[in-house]
């Protein structure tokens, strides 16, 4: 049975920075492709960044820059290191574990970029 966990998430100001986590069990993780997903209220759930197994990234426009992803498969747990945070970024920052066809996602952790 797969199961995700994210933490980290949390209040920060305009500007600030916050490291979400993910750790992973119940899956192959060194050859899962690990994705963070965010919804904000009102909104639909969107991709805001992706690492495949070879280490690849893609990120939303709008957050190049400012996030970047990462993976340590010793720990099995997926990053998303967030800095110059924007009221725009606020919203529940989701992980997902994709290997085709299988799709799975963590409980969700809160972000609120607010002063």
């Known amino acids: 049975q797969v199961h995700l966990v994210e933490s980290g998430g949390g209040l920060v100001q305009p500007g600030g920075s916050l490291r979400l986590s993910c750790a992973a069990s119940g899956i192959i993780f060194r050859t899962t492709t690990m994705r963070w997903y965010r919804q904000a209220p009102g909104k639909q759930r969107e991709l805001v960044a992706s690492i495949t197994d070879g280490g690849s990234t893609q990120y939303q426009n709008s957050v190049k820059g400012r996030f970047t992803i990462s993976r340590d498969s010793a720990k099995n747990t997926v990053f998303l290191q967030m800095n110059s945070l924007k009221p725009e970024d606020t919203g529940a920052y989701y992980c997902?574990?994709?290997?085709?066809?299988?799709?799975?996602w963590g409980q969700g952790t809160q972000v609120t970029v607010s002063s």
């Open positions: 997902n574990a994709f290997k085709w066809p299988n799709s799975s």
